[in-house]
């Protein structure tokens, strides 16, 4: 495997007796990359992540870890590594110091400084017992023992499920830190826009299979081109939608009568031709967005009976409510 390859995942398949797993499942990630997994609860993001870690032992398929094989190495693999699990489960331990403290043991840490550095940052008081803790303040705990020994690679399964907005942006900017620095992570979500924000690459597991994958930035500077345009006359508005719904350069269209107002996907190099039609029109405001990766997601599920827009809507709305 090449060295600037960290973690290499080629057709793994597990099947559990309830149809859900992964299957033929393969992706790579570079030395220094934040790579995303995104998909709704069940799509295989965790079951993924437990072979890398080696807790699972694949069906079929091959998973390396810096060329290392997780399963039958899996204390080299996670000696190095820093870990957030999707579902949370602490010892009893007195409080979250005591937690602390058997966590640097864990990691032959000479001391704890940088973990004392990340309470403070994330507000956090490790003093309370751990059985007593918030789901938020679980969270904290978990970010500091994964991130406190400055690990090369970490592995981040829904990372800031229960934290509040302030404490998910210093989350980013902690995650784009050791970026800076060299680690390789991945991270696993389905919130779009903390995908967005942090990563290199995003891929898409639909039943646990890969539907997609791309760079962001590929999303961001997507050919096709989003506007949302509102019209001073009703009479011009209603005159526009007509012709746009008749010609096929105007995609995805929708409209709100009651604003005049028209949102509509165009390829870029039909940007001209809407100028032209508009010009004969008294426009009170257009604007556009580039394509994003809700978008893009919702391309491959909105039309899937299994994974309903609103669901996977309410699943993303939960997870803010808890935060």
């Not at 990359?33 to 080696?54: D, V």
């Not at 190095?80 to 331990?93: R, S």
């Not at 978990?142 to 400055?150: D, G, Q, Y």
Request: net charge positive; charged share 25%.
């Amino acid at each position: 495997m090449p060295e600037d390859i960290v973690i290499s995942v080629k057709n793994l398949v597990k099947n559990y007796s309830n149809g859900k797993g992964v299957f033929d499942f393969s992706m790579q990630i570079n030395r220094g990359e934040i790579f995303g997994l995104l998909g709704p609860n069940g799509a295989g993001k965790t079951t993924t992540i437990r072979h890398i870690l080696g807790f699972q032992k694949p069906e079929k398929g091959e998973i390396r870890v810096n060329n290392i094989d997780p399963w039958y190495f899996s204390d080299i693999v996670n000696s190095g590594m820093g870990y957030i699990p999707g579902e949370i489960a602490f010892p009893n331990f007195k409080n979250g110091w005591e937690f602390i403290n058997q966590m640097a043991k864990f990691k032959s840490m000479d001391n704890i400084d940088y973990a004392k550095e990340l309470v403070k940052r994330f507000s956090f008081d490790p003093s309370c017992r751990v059985k007593t803790m918030s789901k938020g303040m679980k969270q904290k705990l978990a970010i500091v023992t994964a991130f406190m020994n400055k690990p090369n690679t970490l592995i981040l399964d829904e990372p800031t499920s229960g934290l509040d907005p302030l404490m998910q942006l210093e989350f980013d900017k902690l995650v784009l830190e050791f970026k800076a620095a060299g680690a390789t992570i991945l991270l696993s979500s389905h919130i779009f826009s903390e995908i967005e924000k942090v990563c290199d690459k995003v891929c898409i597991i639909k039943d646990g299979k890969k539907i997609y994958e791309t760079k962001i930035e590929n999303i961001r500077h997507d050919e096709n081109k989003n506007y949302k345009i509102e019209f001073i006359d009703k009479k011009q508005y209603q005159e526009f939608l007509s012709i746009a719904t008749k010609n096929q350069i105007f995609e995805n269209l929708k409209n709100v009568d009651e604003r005049n107002q028209i949102f509509v996907t165009i390829n870029q190099k039909n940007t001209n031709t809407l100028t032209q039609y508009l010009a004969k029109y008294d426009i009170k405001y257009i604007q556009q967005n580039s394509k994003t990766l809700e978008e893009t997601f919702m391309k491959y599920y909105s039309n899937d009976t299994n994974y309903s827009f609103r669901d996977i809507k309410k699943q993303i709305l939960t997870d803010n409510d808890n935060k």
